[in-house]
């Protein structure tokens, strides 16, 4: 599966932004999909995750109560609603998946998008 994140963008502090993936090819309802992020100079951290059918989902103790996962496999699309956004939150945004199960660590996905820029002003 190729993946492509479109969405991200300037926003302020306490304002939401929108993150799409598109997914290309017909096998995308059998990948758990996720969201992860890389802040400047630190390593990439996990966001989010959902699995095949949008019925287990996880997120980030830091996102919890803020951002919403969730997923359309008639469109090949997953979405990453992000509100009330904060400084902390400026990074770039990759959506990836993988066909084993729900995961949290970033090795254990094998297909990446080529991420999207979110950047929150104070």
């Known amino acids: 599966v190729q993946l492509q994140a479109s969405g991200g963008g300037l926003v302020q502090t306490g304002g939401s932004l929108r993150l799409s993936c598109s997914a290309s090819g017909h096998a995308f309802r059998s990948y758990t999909m996720a969201w992860f992020r890389r802040p400047p100079g630190k390593e990439r951290e996990f966001v989010a995750t959902?699995?095949?059918?949008?019925?287990?989902?996880f997120y980030a103790e830091d996102v919890k109560g803020r951002f919403t996962v969730s997923r359309d496999n008639s469109k090949n699309m997953v979405y990453l609603q992000m509100n009330n956004l904060k400084p902390e939150d400026t990074a770039i945004y990759y959506c990836?998946?993988?066909?084993?199960?729900?995961?949290?660590?970033?090795?254990?996905?094998?297909?990446w998008g080529q991420g999207t820029q979110v950047t929150v002003s104070s």
């Open positions: 990836a998946g993988q066909l084993v199960g729900v995961k949290h660590d970033a090795p254990a996905y094998g297909y």
């Open positions: 959902i699995n095949q059918n949008g019925g287990r989902i």
